[in-house]
């Protein structure tokens, strides 16, 4: 059964940084693609930035620049270095894995990020 568990989140002021960190169990973490997906209160779900099996990166024009992106595959996680909050980041935040073969989709059960003063 695959797991994925957030921790990270929490209240910051803006201009402030967090790490988000998720760790996967159950599966073979390095033959999926990894990611950060948001979801504001009204807001459909978002991609905030993903990285491939081959370590290649993309990241939403919203959070570029301040936001990195990082795999770790011996142990098994994925994190979400965040610089320069902003109050528009203010959102849950969810890990996420895709097996762009087996189409394999699995999701974390998120962390709330809250960028106010």
């Known amino acids: 059964q695959v797991q994925l568990v957030e921790s990270g989140g929490g209240l910051v002021q803006p201009g402030g940084s967090l790490r988000l960190s998720c760790a996967a169990s159950?599966?073979?973490?390095?033959?999926?693609?990894a990611g950060w997906y948001r979801q504001a209160p009204g807001n459909q779900r978002e991609l905030v930035a993903r990285i491939t099996v081959k370590g290649e990166f993309e990241l939403a024009d919203s959070v570029k620049g301040r936001f990195t992106i990082a795999r770790d595959n011996a142990k098994n996680t994925v994190s979400l270095h965040m610089n320069s909050l902003k109050p528009e980041d203010t959102a849950v935040y969810y890990c996420?894995?895709?097996?762009?073969?087996?189409?394999?989709?699995?999701w974390g059960q998120g962390t709330q990020v809250t960028v106010s003063s």
């Open positions: 996420n894995l895709q097996n762009r073969l087996t189409m394999a989709n699995y």
């Open positions: 159950g599966t073979i973490f390095s033959m999926y693609f």
